[in-house]
Every structure is written in structure tokens, then in C-alpha cells.
């Protein structure tokens, strides 16, 4: 009994962890704003090209996972918020 519920755990965990936010290994679009100083038109400007680059990232990973619905949503909105920093 305890190696099936291990093996459901592994399991789970394998299917769990590729759905890492689209840019979780690197800076939000806020820190990377921050760190180049941006402001003004500049901030704008990299603002909307990286939470576009962030939505097709996000939408290809809800395509992968075949994600529909309130999981569709439910995931879409943590993988932005990851991905851009609010």
C-alpha cells in the first residue's frame, strides 16, 4: 500500500513541477524594468513587449497542458503574475 501511494506521489510530482510560470528562471518584467532603470515612454514601451512575450509564453504552456475552463484562468493569471511581478 505505502509503494502505491509513493509511486502516485512521484507521479503527481512529475506532472506538477514542468508547469513552472513562463519566466520563473529569470527576473519579472518589473525587476528587469528596475534594473535598467527604465521610466517614462522607455517603461512603456518594454512594459507591453514583455507582458506580451509573457502572455504567449503562458499560452503555450496552457496549450501543452491541454488546460481548459477555471483551470484555464486559475493557471493563466498565476503564470502572468509570475511572470511580470505584481
Known amino acids: 500500500m505505502r509503494n502505491i501511494l509513493l509511486a502516485a506521489a512521484l507521479a503527481m510530482a512529475t506532472i506538477v513541477l514542468p508547469g513552472a510560470p513562463a519566466q520563473a528562471d529569470g527576473p519579472t518584467c518589473k525587476a528587469q524594468a528596475a534594473e535598467k532603470k527604465l521610466a517614462g515612454a522607455a517603461l512603456t514601451s518594454f512594459s507591453k513587449k514583455c507582458e506580451a512575450d509573457a502572455t504567449?509564453?503562458?499560452?503555450?504552456?496552457?496549450?501543452e497542458k491541454?488546460?481548459?475552463?477555471?483551470?484555464?484562468?486559475?493557471?493563466?493569471k498565476k503564470c502572468l503574475a509570475d511572470a511580470i511581478g505584481s
Open 56 to 63: 504567449k509564453a503562458c499560452d503555450a504552456q496552457v496549450a
Open 66 to 76: 491541454k488546460l481548459a475552463g477555471a483551470a484555464k484562468t486559475s493557471f493563466t
